[in-house]
């Protein structure tokens, strides 16, 4: 009678489980740690994928920037050019400095003071304050006066710009 003998005995199955159940394990921490190391650099790569989106923002607001800039230049040298065509170089231009205060002056040099302060090509008020007053409390300002030649009291400030040379460059 032949009897069936076992193709491998009990010890050397059970030394095989345990090295099948180990090489498993193993293979379980290595895949630990590979998803572990994975993550990081995908935290990584996700931080510097941020500091490159900010970088990259910060890149094109100073490019705005700067053609905005270009364009202002531009513009400032447009209106710089139009105006030395013109004879409006600040070389070609000087200022004095009116300061009348409470000054009683007939009505007659009211008005040429008024018309002298009046803009012309060659000249320009640049006005801080003025004041006309009646000096009387019978007298007005759009009526004809009580008595002839009644003054007017007068306060003008202010810087009058006036032309040196004409012409351009």
Do not use: C
Not at 19 to 33: G, K, P, R
Not at 34 to 42: K, N, P, V
Not at 147 to 168: C, D, E, H, M, Y
Request: avoid cysteine.
């Amino acid at each position: 009678m032949n009897t069936p003998s076992p193709s491998l005995p009990w010890k050397e199955q059970r030394r095989r489980k345990i090295v099948f159940a180990a090489t498993m394990l193993l293979l379980l921490a290595a895949s630990v740690l590979f998803f572990f190391f994975a993550q990081q650099r995908l935290r990584r790569s996700e931080a510097e994928a941020l500091l490159e989106a900010r970088a990259l923002q910060e890149a094109l607001l100073a490019e705005a920037e700067a053609l905005n800039r270009k364009r202002l230049d531009e513009r400032a040298r447009e209106l710089l050019d139009g105006a030395a065509r013109r004879g409006l170089l600040p070389e070609n231009w000087a200022g004095r400095r009116i300061n009348l205060r409470q000054a009683n002056l007939p009505r007659e040099e009211v008005n040429d003071l008024i018309f002298s302060l009046a803009r012309t090509d060659q000249r320009f008020f640049q006005l801080e304050e003025f004041e006309v007053a009646a000096t009387r409390d019978e007298d007005g300002l759009f009526s004809l006066p009580v008595r002839a030649n009644a003054p007017l009291s007068v306060t003008v400030q202010g810087t009058l710009i006036f032309q040196t040379k004409s012409g351009s460059r």
